[in-house]
């Protein structure tokens, strides 16, 4: 399985929409929007998993297209790497 982030999405767009965007070039194994801890709203990006073949596809034809006004930002998900917030602040 290969991991797409799908950022600049529209924050009206739902997980229904970009798997049916992705679904052209192969099965779609999950999708997942980021939304806002505190408040619930959409980030405006998410991952979406498929093989990898139809997933290069996928970012090969998608990437910097057009979806609802918004030019998509479509590549490879990177790991996270590990640390990067939310300890104390030193001065």
Same mark, same amino acid.
């Given at each position: 399985?290969?991991?797409?982030?799908?950022?600049? +999405?529209?924050?009206?767009?739902?997980?229904?929409?970009?798997?049916? +965007?992705?679904?052209?070039?192969?099965?779609?194994?999950?999708?997942?929007?980021?939304?806002?801890?505190?408040?619930?709203?959409?980030?405006?990006?998410?991952?979406?998993?498929?093989?990898?073949?139809?997933?290069?596809?996928?970012?090969?034809?998608?990437?910097?297209?057009?979806?609802?006004?918004?030019? +998509?930002?479509?590549?490879?998900?990177?790991?996270?790497?590990?640390?990067?917030?939310?300890?104390?602040?030193?001065?």
């Amino acid at each position: 399985m290969k991991s797409i982030y799908v950022g600049n +999405l529209p924050f009206s767009a739902s997980e229904d929409e970009v798997r049916d +965007l992705f679904a052209n070039y192969g099965e779609v194994k999950e999708v997942r929007m980021i939304s806002d801890r505190e408040t619930g709203r959409p980030r405006g990006f998410g991952f979406v998993r498929m093989d990898p073949a139809e997933a290069d596809s996928a970012i090969e034809a998608l990437n910097g297209t057009d979806m609802g006004g918004r030019t +998509l930002r479509i590549n490879e998900a990177q790991d996270r790497k590990p640390g990067g917030g939310g300890g104390p602040r030193r001065n």
